[in-house]
Protein backbone atom coordinates (compact mmCIF):
# COMPACT_ATOMS: atom_id res chain seq x y z
CA UNK A 1 0.00 0.00 0.00
CA UNK A 2 1.35 3.61 -0.82
CA UNK A 3 3.20 5.33 1.88
CA UNK A 4 1.27 8.49 3.92
CA UNK A 5 4.15 10.91 2.57
CA UNK A 6 2.42 10.42 -0.95
CA UNK A 7 -0.69 12.75 0.54
CA UNK A 8 1.70 15.56 2.33
CA UNK A 9 0.97 18.99 0.56
CA UNK A 10 -2.62 18.58 0.58
CA UNK A 11 -4.05 21.93 -0.72
CA UNK A 12 -8.18 20.56 -0.28
CA UNK A 13 -9.40 17.40 1.07
CA UNK A 14 -12.60 16.75 -0.97
CA UNK A 15 -14.82 14.03 0.24
CA UNK A 16 -17.74 11.89 -1.15
CA UNK A 17 -21.25 11.83 0.92
CA UNK A 18 -22.47 8.63 0.78
CA UNK A 19 -20.38 5.95 2.23
CA UNK A 20 -17.81 8.52 3.58
CA UNK A 21 -19.27 10.56 5.52
CA UNK A 22 -23.00 9.14 6.07
CA UNK A 23 -24.55 5.51 5.93
CA UNK A 24 -27.46 6.52 3.75
CA UNK A 25 -29.14 2.99 2.90
CA UNK A 26 -31.62 3.14 4.38
CA UNK A 27 -33.29 6.01 3.06
CA UNK A 28 -32.25 5.39 -0.35
CA UNK A 29 -33.68 1.54 -0.17
CA UNK A 30 -37.14 2.90 1.16
CA UNK A 31 -37.36 5.65 -1.78
CA UNK A 32 -36.02 2.99 -4.15
CA UNK A 33 -38.46 0.73 -3.56
CA UNK A 34 -41.56 3.15 -2.88
CA UNK A 35 -40.93 4.49 -7.09
CA UNK A 36 -40.19 0.88 -8.10
CA UNK A 37 -43.44 0.07 -6.27
CA UNK A 38 -45.46 3.07 -7.61
CA UNK A 39 -44.69 2.07 -10.99
CA UNK A 40 -45.57 -1.68 -10.56
CA UNK A 41 -41.73 -3.22 -10.51
CA UNK A 42 -40.58 -5.13 -7.72
CA UNK A 43 -39.10 -4.51 -4.80
CA UNK A 44 -35.06 -4.30 -4.69
CA UNK A 45 -32.95 -6.16 -1.84
CA UNK A 46 -31.20 -4.88 1.03
CA UNK A 47 -27.54 -6.05 -0.79
CA UNK A 48 -29.03 -4.64 -3.98
CA UNK A 49 -29.57 -0.78 -2.97
CA UNK A 50 -26.17 -1.51 -1.51
CA UNK A 51 -24.52 -1.98 -4.72
CA UNK A 52 -26.27 0.85 -6.18
CA UNK A 53 -24.92 3.40 -3.87
CA UNK A 54 -22.85 5.61 -5.26
CA UNK A 55 -24.67 5.57 -8.66
CA UNK A 56 -26.49 8.34 -10.36
CA UNK A 57 -29.81 7.62 -9.61
CA UNK A 58 -31.17 7.22 -13.43
CA UNK A 59 -27.97 4.47 -13.11
CA UNK A 60 -29.74 2.70 -10.37
CA UNK A 61 -32.89 2.64 -11.87
CA UNK A 62 -31.68 1.34 -15.35
CA UNK A 63 -29.99 -1.55 -13.53
CA UNK A 64 -33.24 -3.10 -11.89
CA UNK A 65 -35.51 -2.22 -14.68
CA UNK A 66 -33.07 -2.83 -17.44
CA UNK A 67 -35.91 -2.03 -20.26
CA UNK A 68 -37.53 1.08 -18.41
CA UNK A 69 -38.33 3.57 -21.24
CA UNK A 70 -37.44 7.24 -20.58
CA UNK A 71 -41.13 8.32 -19.74
CA UNK A 72 -41.43 5.81 -16.97
CA UNK A 73 -37.40 6.64 -15.95
CA UNK A 74 -38.31 10.34 -15.74
CA UNK A 75 -41.43 9.24 -13.27
CA UNK A 76 -39.13 6.73 -11.19
CA UNK A 77 -36.53 9.41 -10.52
CA UNK A 78 -39.44 12.31 -9.85
CA UNK A 79 -41.61 9.54 -7.51
CA UNK A 80 -38.32 8.78 -5.59
CA UNK A 81 -36.95 12.50 -5.09
CA UNK A 82 -40.67 13.68 -3.50
CA UNK A 83 -40.10 10.38 -0.93
CA UNK A 84 -36.11 11.61 -0.05
CA UNK A 85 -37.16 15.76 0.03
CA UNK A 86 -39.45 14.84 3.04
CA UNK A 87 -38.19 12.20 4.83
CA UNK A 88 -35.56 10.26 3.21
CA UNK A 89 -32.49 12.47 3.66
CA UNK A 90 -32.94 12.52 7.32
CA UNK A 91 -33.08 8.10 7.24
CA UNK A 92 -29.58 8.41 7.43
CA UNK A 93 -27.08 8.00 9.93
CA UNK A 94 -23.93 9.02 10.49
CA UNK A 95 -20.26 7.12 10.43
CA UNK A 96 -18.74 6.89 13.99
CA UNK A 97 -15.45 8.85 14.68
CA UNK A 98 -16.58 11.25 11.37
CA UNK A 99 -17.88 13.93 13.23
CA UNK A 100 -14.71 14.25 15.21
CA UNK A 101 -12.27 13.86 12.46
CA UNK A 102 -13.94 16.49 10.59
CA UNK A 103 -13.48 18.74 13.58
CA UNK A 104 -10.02 17.95 13.92
CA UNK A 105 -9.26 19.02 10.31
CA UNK A 106 -11.23 22.25 10.86
CA UNK A 107 -8.99 23.14 13.85
CA UNK A 108 -6.14 21.89 11.76
CA UNK A 109 -6.68 24.86 9.36
CA UNK A 110 -7.62 21.92 6.25
CA UNK A 111 -9.70 23.32 3.51
CA UNK A 112 -12.15 20.90 2.82
CA UNK A 113 -15.06 20.24 0.61
CA UNK A 114 -17.95 17.86 -0.28
CA UNK A 115 -17.76 16.22 -4.05
CA UNK A 116 -21.23 14.11 -4.17
CA UNK A 117 -23.71 12.52 -7.10
CA UNK A 118 -26.53 13.78 -4.92
CA UNK A 119 -27.85 16.91 -5.38
CA UNK A 120 -26.31 20.04 -3.76
CA UNK A 121 -29.77 21.21 -2.17
CA UNK A 122 -30.52 17.35 -0.74
CA UNK A 123 -26.66 17.12 0.49
CA UNK A 124 -26.68 20.39 2.19
CA UNK A 125 -29.68 19.36 3.80
CA UNK A 126 -28.35 16.11 5.33
CA UNK A 127 -24.64 17.86 6.36
CA UNK A 128 -26.90 20.57 8.33
CA UNK A 129 -29.02 17.78 9.99
CA UNK A 130 -25.21 16.55 11.30
CA UNK A 131 -23.96 19.86 12.43
CA UNK A 132 -21.13 19.88 9.72
CA UNK A 133 -22.46 22.25 7.07
CA UNK A 134 -19.81 24.61 7.91
CA UNK A 135 -16.72 22.19 7.88
CA UNK A 136 -16.84 22.52 4.28
CA UNK A 137 -16.10 25.36 2.35
CA UNK A 138 -18.25 24.05 -0.85
CA UNK A 139 -20.66 21.61 -0.82
CA UNK A 140 -20.64 20.40 -5.21
CA UNK A 141 -23.77 17.93 -5.75
CA UNK A 142 -24.58 16.43 -8.99
CA UNK A 143 -27.44 15.34 -11.33
CA UNK A 144 -28.88 13.36 -13.72
CA UNK A 145 -26.22 13.17 -16.59
CA UNK A 146 -23.51 14.73 -14.92
CA UNK A 147 -20.80 12.24 -13.61
CA UNK A 148 -18.32 12.76 -10.76
CA UNK A 149 -15.35 13.25 -13.10
CA UNK A 150 -16.98 16.35 -14.54
CA UNK A 151 -18.36 17.81 -11.03
CA UNK A 152 -14.43 17.52 -10.36
CA UNK A 153 -13.78 19.18 -13.61
CA UNK A 154 -15.97 21.86 -13.03
CA UNK A 155 -14.61 22.56 -9.46
CA UNK A 156 -10.74 23.01 -11.30
CA UNK A 157 -11.79 25.56 -13.98
CA UNK A 158 -13.60 27.54 -11.48
CA UNK A 159 -10.65 27.47 -9.30
CA UNK A 160 -12.39 26.27 -6.31
CA UNK A 161 -9.51 23.86 -6.22
CA UNK A 162 -6.30 22.80 -7.49
CA UNK A 163 -4.51 19.68 -8.42
CA UNK A 164 -3.07 19.83 -4.80
CA UNK A 165 -6.31 18.40 -3.83
CA UNK A 166 -7.45 14.48 -2.99
CA UNK A 167 -10.49 13.43 -3.29
CA UNK A 168 -11.80 10.71 -0.82
CA UNK A 169 -14.55 8.13 -1.28
CA UNK A 170 -15.71 4.71 -1.00
CA UNK A 171 -16.37 3.34 -4.31
CA UNK A 172 -14.14 3.46 -7.99
CA UNK A 173 -15.61 6.25 -9.10
CA UNK A 174 -14.66 8.26 -6.42
CA UNK A 175 -11.24 7.17 -7.11
CA UNK A 176 -11.55 7.21 -11.46
CA UNK A 177 -12.95 10.78 -11.49
CA UNK A 178 -9.75 11.70 -9.51
CA UNK A 179 -7.56 10.01 -12.01
CA UNK A 180 -9.23 11.54 -14.80
CA UNK A 181 -8.69 14.63 -13.26
CA UNK A 182 -5.08 14.17 -12.07
CA UNK A 183 -5.80 14.76 -8.28
CA UNK A 184 -4.60 11.81 -5.85
CA UNK A 185 -7.30 9.78 -3.94
CA UNK A 186 -7.99 8.08 -0.31
CA UNK A 187 -10.30 5.17 -0.73
CA UNK A 188 -12.40 4.40 2.39
CA UNK A 189 -13.30 1.01 3.63
CA UNK A 190 -16.29 1.95 5.82
CA UNK A 191 -18.84 2.56 3.10
CA UNK A 192 -19.97 0.39 0.28
CA UNK A 193 -16.88 -0.32 -1.65
CA UNK A 194 -13.90 -3.52 -0.92
CA UNK A 195 -9.97 -3.00 -0.34
CA UNK A 196 -10.43 -5.01 -4.14
CA UNK A 197 -12.83 -2.17 -5.82
CA UNK A 198 -10.51 0.61 -4.42
CA UNK A 199 -7.25 -0.56 -5.31
CA UNK A 200 -8.48 -2.00 -8.80
CA UNK A 201 -9.46 1.47 -9.36
CA UNK A 202 -5.96 3.23 -8.80
CA UNK A 203 -6.35 4.61 -4.95
CA UNK A 204 -3.54 6.58 -3.76
CA UNK A 205 -3.50 5.60 -0.19
CA UNK A 206 -6.40 2.83 1.40
CA UNK A 207 -8.12 4.26 4.75
CA UNK A 208 -9.51 1.27 7.28
CA UNK A 209 -10.65 3.74 9.94
CA UNK A 210 -12.57 6.77 10.40
CA UNK A 211 -9.83 8.13 12.90
CA UNK A 212 -7.34 8.10 9.75
CA UNK A 213 -9.11 10.85 8.48
CA UNK A 214 -7.48 13.13 10.44
CA UNK A 215 -4.57 12.43 9.25
CA UNK A 216 -5.27 13.55 5.52
CA UNK A 217 -3.64 17.24 4.47
CA UNK A 218 -1.69 17.13 7.74
Not at 3 to 20: H, K, P
Not at 109 to 138: N, P, Q, W, Y
Not at 181 to 188: E, F, I, K, Q
Amino acid sequence: MPRRNMLQNVSTVIFDLDGTISDPSPGIGRCLNYALQAHGFPEVSVEQVAAAIGLQLDEAFCRFCPDVDQATLSGLVTKYRGRYAEVGYSENTIYPGVPESLKELSAGGVSMGVCTSKRRDFAEKILAMFGMLTHFRFVDGGDIGIEKREQLAGLLQSTAIDRAAVMIGDRAVDISSAKANGLRSAGVLWGFGDLPELQGAGADVILRGTNELAQLGI
